[in-house]
C-alpha cells in the first residue's frame, strides 16, 4: 500500500502547496493557518486517490504487487477502491469546512473543482489520459499548477501575476521531471504496452523535449525582472513564514527586507534555492 500512494510525489505536492500558501505573506497579506492546514490535507488526499484510482482501474494484466494472487489482487483492489471513496469524501467535508470559515471565493472554489476533475480524468474510465499519453501532462498540471494555486487562493483570497509567472515554470519542469520517470520505467512500460508520454514521443524525441521544458522554465525565470520583479530575491522571501522569516510585516526586519532586496541572509537564499531548483533537481532521483 506504501509503494502505492506514491511518497515522493506526496512529498511534491506538499512542497508545492507550501510554495503556493507562502507567497500571499509576501504580499503583505495576512496569513490563516486553519486555511493552511485544511488545504493541505485536502491537496494530500485528492493526490493520493488521483493514484489509487489509477491502481484501482489499472488493466487486469498488470500486477499491483509483486507475486500476487488473483484473490488477493481483486481483495487489493477493492480497498482500495473503498480507500479512495472515502479521502474524496473527506475532501468534501474540507472544502465545507473551508466554506463555512470564509475561506473559500470564487477562484479558489474554481481550483478545488479542478483538482477533483483533473484526478477523474487521470485516472477513471473512460478517460484514463495515463492511458492515452496524457497522464504525465495532467499529474504535472495537478501538482504544480493546480495544488500550489489553491494554496495561494486560500491566503490571498485573489489571484495575482506573481503566481502564474511561478507556477507555468514550475509546470514544465514538473512534466520534465515525470518524463524522466519514463526512462526508468521504460522496459516495463513496453512489456505492458503502457501508453506513456516516452513511449508516444519516442526517445528520439523525448530528450530534446526533456531540453527544451528545462530551456522554457528557465527562460521564464530569466525574463521575470522585465515584469518588475527580482527573481533570487523574491523566492528567498515567499517562502514559508513560519521557517524562512516572522510574519509580522510591520517589524523593522520586514521593512528593512523590503527596502534592500539584494541583501538576504544564507538561510533566506537557502529557501528560495530550493523553491527555484524544486523539480529540477529531482532530475536525478530518477
Known sequence: ?????????????????????????????????????????????????MFLLADVFRPHNEPLVENETPKQKET???????????????????AFLLYINNSLVLESSLFLLSSLVTVILYAVHPFRLIDRGFGEL?????????????GFLLQAKENHRLLIILVIPLTALALAYFLILNFTSFTTDQKYQRATLLRSLTWERAVPFHHSLIIFAYGIFAAVPLLGYSLFADLARISHPAVCHPADHSSPSYLNRRQTKLDFSHHDRACGFWTHNLFHHFDFLA
Open 1 to 49: 500500500m506504501l509503494k502505492l500512494s506514491r511518497p515522493l510525489h506526496l512529498l511534491l505536492a506538499a512542497l508545492t502547496y507550501l510554495l503556493g500558501s507562502s507567497i500571499p505573506a509576501y504580499l503583505g497579506k495576512s496569513f490563516s493557518a486553519l486555511a493552511f492546514w485544511l488545504g493541505l490535507a485536502g491537496i494530500l488526499f485528492a493526490q493520493l486517490s
Open 76 to 94: 487489493l483492489r477493492n480497498n482500495l477502491l473503498y480507500v479512495s471513496y472515502g479521502l474524496l469524501t473527506v475532501n468534501a467535508v474540507l
Open 138 to 150: 495532467a499529474l504535472a498540471a495537478h501538482i504544480a499548477y493546480i495544488i500550489p494555486s489553491i
